[in-house]
């Protein structure tokens, strides 16, 4: 199969897997990312780095399936952040492909999907944080996500990575999950959200201009323009 680049395009995936003689392999950051913060960007570059992904491809949920019970930003919001956050990074894209699909957003649909739009010398690394691999045999048809992609579990300040092996080998699933120690950022979306919501700076924690765009639509409580923090003497 070949690469069927306006299919991609239609899809707001990146273009990947023109060369049949070589194997490529496509980076899949998943989340939520309400906001996107620093700790899923760490992740992600040190995904690409360690296992020579060629891209990594941020997927804002569309209606995330564990977050079912509680209030999350428009999609369009939370798209827009992650447009931003990666902007700089030459080999990081934002896609829209699971905020245009209606209903809950699967994983495994979103391989099977994947998988149908590139040729088979793409290979799919799905990376998560520990967090998320340890509920990852809870997940919507979690042999099929086994089948389709690669695992790329980072590490994740207060959560064990003992313990996601544990869950991981118990499970009977073939998983392939490679596991990867990343710079410890103790932070969360949830986090980032309380900040804001207690005019605290966001400085350092997620890119200034996430920062500016959640100030300027009043995400998460936040006024207008961000109080301004510090003496004041020299701003
Ligand atoms: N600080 C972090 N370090 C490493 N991985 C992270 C970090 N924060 C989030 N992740 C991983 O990024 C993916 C997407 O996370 P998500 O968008 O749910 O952010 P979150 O910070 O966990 O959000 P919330 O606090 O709203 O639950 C998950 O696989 C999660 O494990
Ligand atoms: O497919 C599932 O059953 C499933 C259940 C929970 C989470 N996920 C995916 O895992 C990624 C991180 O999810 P979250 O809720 O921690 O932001 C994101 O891409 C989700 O779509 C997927």
New binding site residues.
């Given amino acids: 199969m070949s690469v069927d680049a306006q299919a991609l395009r239609d899809l707001d995936l990146p273009i990947l897997g023109g060369d049949e003689g070589r194997t490529y392999r496509l980076g899949v950051?998943?989340?939520?990312?309400?906001p996107i913060h620093n700790g899923h960007l760490v992740a992600a570059e040190q995904a690409y780095c360690d296992l020579d992904l060629d891209l990594v491809v941020f997927?804002p949920?569309g209606r995330?399936?564990?977050?079912l019970d509680r209030d999350v930003s428009p999609g369009e919001d939370r798209y827009a952040m992650t447009l931003l956050a990666t902007a700089d990074n030459p080999h990081f894209v934002a896609s829209r492909f699971?905020v245009d699909r209606a209903g809950v957003?699967?994983?495994?649909?979103?391989l099977r999907l994947l998988r149908k739009a590139y040729p088979d010398n793409v290979e799919f690394y799905?990376i998560?944080?520990t967090?998320?691999i340890t509920?990852?045999v809870?997940?919507?048809?979690?042999a099929d996500?086994a089948r389709l992609a690669h695992l790329v579990a980072a590490t994740r300040p207060g959560y064990d990575l003992d313990r996601a092996w544990d869950v991981v080998e118990a499970s009977g699933v073939a998983f392939d999950v490679t596991y990867l120690s990343v710079p410890a950022l103790a932070i969360s979306s949830s986090h980032l959200r309380e900040r804001v919501g207690a005019g605290q700076s966001l400085r350092y924690l997620t890119p200034a201009p996430v920062t500016g765009y959640l100030h300027k639509h009043g995400l998460y409580g936040a006024q207008a323009v961000p109080r301004i923090c510090g003496g004041g003497a020299w701003s």
Avoid: L, N, S
Wanted: proline share 3%; net charge negative.
């Fill in positions: 950051m998943g989340g939520t990312f309400d997927m949920a995330p399936a564990f977050k699971e957003t699967y994983t495994a649909d979103t799905f998560t944080g967090d998320a509920e990852i809870g997940w919507r048809d979690a996500i």
